[in-house]
């Protein structure tokens, strides 16, 4: 009879199939396919994103049986194959330290010249191997819709320009140029262009690219430090990685870190939490070949639209074999993970910034609107909607623009404070609303 394998040995053959998978990535055609998996996991580390890639690269959400259970209501499917992947499983030691003076940071002494000790208790990080299921393996109760979907034709796209600015770490203009350059990066000016009259996803893949560039291959501001606070995840085990950046304040940090209520017990049971960190002030760009920046550039590029759900297509990646076949394994892994933080941390500051920007127009169309208004007409996209207070509540009817056909309309029983407030739920309900609903006088 065979002898079970051990943890450790089971680790072992697992860390060995990385590295394997890791080079064939870069020369196959999965590479694309890999970078889809890293968006719909931006914030696991490398090695369990190769993982689940290899195990099984149309996972969109995985979780422990026990988990998928007891948090999700959802059973694991009888005759699934679990995913392994990597877990962070730390245990606590006590250990005899000298007592250091606050002052002098020296030992301090006892009245017989002996050192004194404490006994203080740390955290050795350790990590298993243990077995998650993606979503698609389970039945049970439906999960709760993401709040951050957007569809593949660049929903909401003048907000998401707009998050886009705010995330990018220098100013983004558009302007007339060649066909054959979709935009650039200005190391003298610290600015970004990008070449007018694009479709929508060719600008936003564009302004992505260079905004990759403005932050891994900056090297005007390579040694300047780099001001302001990031809110980070931090594990029981003591890993960290990037959440959120560019606060400029500590206490602005901090006010994010609490409204977002975050909190991950993964599946040991260990906890991560938000913390907030100055940013580091040595800050420095590694001089790479041009080839190897745009593979970067590119790369974050592709996995940030393919998170929101925005198709660029992946015919950028066809030297991706040949630009791969004289680098060493670290050289690839390293490319990984800088492609990897670089695109988790740019997802998160555009959800932060998308979501704020959808508060402040809410509260413009309120602000907007007199006192008790009886009745106003909106244009929704490309649709005007009219909407008039009831003793109950609100009528409203959609109509067409183009045509001013009536499309649909209907009662909303509610109590209501201000119209635009009425506007957004029927907007909701209807899901329509890509573009801030604006008021219109028609008088």
């Given amino acids: 009879m065979a002898e079970k394998q051990n943890s450790k040995d089971k680790l072992k053959e697992i860390t060995a199939s990385i590295e394997d998978g890791i080079k064939e990535l870069f020369q196959s055609e999965t590479y694309a396919q890999y970078l889809q998996t890293m968006s719909r996991f931006h914030h696991y580390s490398v090695n369990n994103q190769v993982l689940i890639h290899?195990?099984?690269?149309?996972?969109?959400?995985v979780a422990g049986f026990n988990k998928w259970k007891n948090q999700f209501g959802r059973n694991v499917i009888k005759g699934e194959h679990g995913i392994k992947i990597i877990a962070p499983t730390p245990f606590k030691k006590k250990i005899e330290q000298e007592t250091l003076d606050p002052d002098t940071?020296?030992?301090?002494?006892?009245?017989?010249?002996?050192?004194?000790?404490?006994?203080?208790?740390?955290?050795?990080?350790?990590y298993k191997p243990v077995t998650v299921f993606d979503v698609s393996q389970t039945e049970g109760k439906p999960l709760p819709q993401l709040a951050h979907d957007l569809s593949g034709n660049v929903a909401n796209y003048d907000v998401f320009m707009e998050a886009l600015r705010r995330s990018s770490p220098v100013p983004i203009s558009m302007e007339v140029m060649g066909g054959g350059m979709d935009g650039y990066f200005d190391l003298e000016h610290q600015d970004i262009a990008i070449r007018r009259g694009m479709s929508e996803v060719q600008t936003v893949s564009a302004v992505i690219h260079e905004m990759a560039h403005a932050?891994?291959?900056?090297?005007?501001?390579?040694?300047?430090p780099a001001p302001g606070w990031n809110v980070v995840m931090v594990s029981e085990g003591g890993t960290k990685r990037a959440f959120s950046s560019g606060f400029e304040t500590e206490e602005e940090a901090e006010k994010f870190a609490e409204s977002e209520g975050w909190r991950y017990v993964?599946?040991?049971?260990?906890?991560?939490?938000?913390?907030?960190?100055?940013?580091?002030?040595?800050?420095?760009?590694?001089?790479?070949?041009?080839?190897?920046?745009?593979?970067?550039?590119?790369?974050?590029?592709?996995?940030?639209?393919?998170?929101?759900?925005?198709?660029?297509?992946?015919?950028?990646?066809?030297?991706?074999?040949?630009?791969?076949?004289?680098?060493?394994?670290?050289?690839?892994?390293?490319?990984?993970?800088?492609?990897?933080?670089?695109?988790?941390?740019?997802?998160?500051?555009?959800?932060?910034?998308?979501?704020?920007i959808l508060k402040e127009r809410e509260a413009e169309l309120i602000a907007a609107e007199p006192a008790m208004a009886m009745e106003r007409l909106y244009a929704?996209?490309?649709?005007?909607?009219?909407?008039?207070?009831t003793d109950t509540g609100v009528d409203y009817t959609i109509y067409d623009k183009a045509s001013m056909k009536e499309l649909d309309g209907g009662q909303l029983d509610m109590e209501i404070s201000t119209l635009a407030g009425a506007v957004l739920e029927i907007c909701n309900s209807h899901g329509i609303g890509q573009k801030a609903p604006r008021y219109r006088d028609t008088g």
Avoid at 322 to 347: H, N, Y
Avoid at 380 to 389: F, G
């Fill in 54 to 61: 290899m195990q099984k690269p149309d996972a969109t959400l």
């Fill in 266 to 356: 993964d599946e040991n049971e260990f906890e991560w939490r938000l913390e907030v960190e100055e940013a580091s002030s040595e800050v420095k760009v590694q001089t790479l070949s041009r080839s190897t920046e745009e593979v970067q550039a590119e790369s974050i590029s592709y996995a940030v639209c393919a998170y929101y759900g925005i198709a660029t297509g992946d015919n950028s990646f066809g030297y991706i074999a040949s630009w791969s076949k004289d680098k060493t394994l670290p050289e690839l892994r390293e490319s990984l993970e800088v492609i990897s933080k670089t695109a988790d941390g740019l997802i998160n500051d555009i959800d932060r910034h998308y979501a704020e």
């Fill in 380 to 389: 929704v996209d490309e649709r005007y909607l009219h909407v008039q207070r």
């Fill in 215 to 224: 932050l891994l291959h900056n090297r005007k501001t390579a040694d300047e």
């Fill in 105 to 126: 940071h020296l030992p301090m002494l006892d009245a017989d010249g002996k050192v004194i000790t404490e006994e203080k208790t740390i955290q050795i990080p350790m």
